[in-house]
């Protein structure tokens, strides 16, 4: 990082959770009642749309299934999850709306609820603050009397929502409101933008001597200044449309009254508090999960990373810090991932998990039965798939499973389950036709398994055969049960989850690839193919489909895949690296060298692998242009005032700058993430760049008038990071500090037991709270323990000295005003 950013504290936002279904959702009685609604959920960061799910046809009770996970690159208010009838002929029209604000997302952290669909109201649609300032002056008037004038100065608005996709024309209306009295004075109009600069002030009288008797005017009295208020209303400008409410904030008068001048930042607030009475619009069922990480620099985070990555080498195993948080975490299926990612980046990982799992294997008393559980050994091991695999399973599955989700055959092989013309002949052929490329894209796989599951597998087989040295069969099970049961079965059942297919498949679909899971499952769980695994079914149409694949030459490719994927030699990279898809979508690039007006911008088909940066008229369509990643220079975002637009970033290279504007703002920031990453080492990239464009013979941002002057403003430093594993490790390790301190009473418990078990040195009871932990030695454990306590301490000491809250009023800690 650069030198100025030494010091900063990172506030880093994510949403993590699932849009599960709905239920009778539409309007419980009445004309606009529907049978056959089509319907589609999407996920807003207050009005900005950044999330999608396909359309579920016909159902009032949709199952929906759709995962989601996204970094929040800017400060929100509300997040949204909207229901949409799909229109025919006709926009998509709103079924209703589950709004949360950003503060009670906690009450609903990693539990599913059911929450109930409220009216989409345009007067509740708003977003974004507005900084006013706000003065009393006391008036020498014509006879020398004294009166009072209320000045309020509207200086700008910040987070304006897009209208129609685009920037707003926005203007504010000031209004003093009271019992008696409504003055209302107006802005001009700002185009195209949804930061404004309004800079204007405007006079209101609030008081006046008894003896002032214009007859035209309110008769305002002194003490009326209690009843006072100033109401700021921001509107889009609709020309020859409706005007568009965009927010309002309310402000009493009286807070000048210790204070002559008050100036704050406000947010905008939904007429009526966005409430209305309403028919029964149904419900939606909802898993989420917000997290936001407090990121101190990275020197403070060095005492508990350093602890943490020598916990490979802490002997016995159970008394090392990753496992002490496993221990004491082990409800909590999100513990294990920061570690992992942790150990990962620091290549400690290996020799972790081989530990664990030897730690494990211990316990086991039967061959049949290793790496059954729930363990923290397994858990490891499957996040570690996760992560390292990939795109392992990219190269490997997602061109069957594209094949098999878009051809529409009939797979059903359950007579109960069998519609009317189907015939189960054909339908056993199509799904054995399938489990055939499936088992085949697998088991020809080896070369593409990345070296680091190869040397855990290698692992786990050397420690099975020593733990069960009279089964031949345990070196292959032990392998067999991480890649075939818990990552290729996993991802061809539930590929969305795996990044292989956009969506949750549909129903049709979805027992397809049941099925397919089920037989690729028994086809790689390791033993002999014989009728012990026949007997594994407990359907006898699936023992008579699976009864086709007892040939030894299925046996024979299991054996051999699992050998190359666990040998004993080290696997080498080739090289040369397999072109991998970072990231695609849709966007609307501005054509090079055109004038600022004009029809410039087109959709097209963005697409980056680690090899070249490529945009397409439509996808799946031949390249327009192909830019090799070592010739980009730099990637940044521009400013919004370049082009009036936007989620813009630039993508700057040897020639004209690439000018890019993505669909939302968590779209952009992952495009200049992604972009930043893969060019990092580039030998040319560039220290400065220009924030704006280059338009009508000057540089917009400062004036420049060459079109070769060196850019204004520096670069923003890259973290180095894996690219395909993306681990910020002092991210990482404020996640590990943040579960240690949630965990702190267990932790406690830990230490107490390590104490009670020196002194009583006799067998623990089951009764006993600490009987849950693992502890091997007491001596070694209470003295990590102790480490452990006086980091999280130290780190909290950190903490409270840096994160002072921002003063209220101020733009990061806007006000939360009145409404009507």
Known sequence: MAEEDDT????????????????????????????????????????????????????????????????????????SFYVFAKGVFQRDLPVGKVSIRKEELCKFSGKEHWFGLQPVDPNSEVQGKVHLE?????????????????LVRIIECQGLPLISGQNCDPYATVSLVGPARFDQKKTKVKKKTSDPQFEETFYFEVTRPNSYTKKSHFQVEEEDIEKLEIKVDLWNNGNLAQDVFLGETRVSVKILRNDHIHRAWYLLQPKGNGKSKTDDLGSLRLNV?????????????????????????IKPISASAAHILGDICRERYEAVLPVVRLLLHHSRLVSFVSAIAALELENTQEANTIFRGNSLATRCIDDMMKIVGRSYLTVTLKPVLDEICESNKTCEIDPIKLK???????????????????????????????????DVFRSLRQLASKRFPDDPHVQYSAVSSFVFLRFFAVAVLSPHTFQLRPHHPDLEVSRTLTLISKTIQTLGSWGSLSKNKLSSFKESYMYDFFKSFQEDKCIGKVKKFLDEISSNVSKESSGVEDSVVLKEGEVQKRAQGRKRIGKNFKKRWLRVTNRELSYHKHRGKEALCIMPVKNIQAVEKLDESAFNRKNMF???????????????????????????????????????????????????????????????????????????????????????????????????????????????????????????????????????????????????????????????GSQENPIVGKTS
């Open 8 to 79: 900063r504290i990172r506030i880093l936002q994510s949403l993590r959770g699932k849009i599960c279904e709905g239920k009778n959702l539409g309007p419980c009685s009445g004309p606009n009642r529907q049978r056959d609604l089509c319907t589609f959920c999407t996920i807003s960061l207050d009005q900005e749309e950044v999330f999608r799910t396909k359309v579920f046809d016909k159902s009032l009770s949709p199952f929906y299934g759709e995962d989601f996970y996204f970094e929040i690159p800017r400060p929100f208010q509300c997040l």
């Open 134 to 150: 706000m003065r009393l002056n006391e008036l020498i008037i014509e006879n020398g009397s004294m009166c009072q004038q209320l």
């Open 650 to 808: 630039q993508v700057l290279h040897s020639e004209k700058p690439l000018y890019v504007q993505a669909g939302n703002c968590v779209e952009a920031s992952e495009w200049v993430e992604v972009l930043s990453q893969v060019s990092r080492c580039n030998p040319d990239r560039l220290g400065t760049f220009h924030p704006s464009a280059y338009l009508a013979g000057a540089w917009l941002c400062c004036r420049s008038l060459s079109n070769s002057q060196p850019g204004c403003k520096p670069c923003t430093p890259t973290l180095l990071a894996n690219l395909q594993l993306d681990i910020d490790c002092d991210r990482e390790t404020e996640r590990i500090f943040s579960l240690f301190t949630s965990s702190y009473s267990k932790l406690q418990k830990m230490e107490d037991a390590c104490a009670s078990i020196a002194v009583y040195q006799g067998p623990l009871r089951e009764q006993d709270d600490y009987s849950l932990f693992t502890i091997q030695d007491s001596k070694e454990t209470f003295h990590t323990v102790r480490q452990i306590s006086h980091i999280l301490k130290e780190l909290q000491r950190e903490h409270d000295t840096r994160s002072g809250t921002a003063q209220y």
């Open 289 to 313: 999960t917000y997290t936001e990480d407090n990121v101190l620099p990275s020197a403070c985070y060095t005492p508990l990373r350093t602890l943490l990555l020598k916990s490979p080498d």
């Open 420 to 454: 009317e013309g189907d015939n189960v002949e054909v339908n056993k052929e199509n799904l054995q036709g399938y489990v055939q490329k499936v088992f085949s894209s697998i088991t020809q796989s080896s070369s593409s398994c990345p070296p680091l599951m190869c």
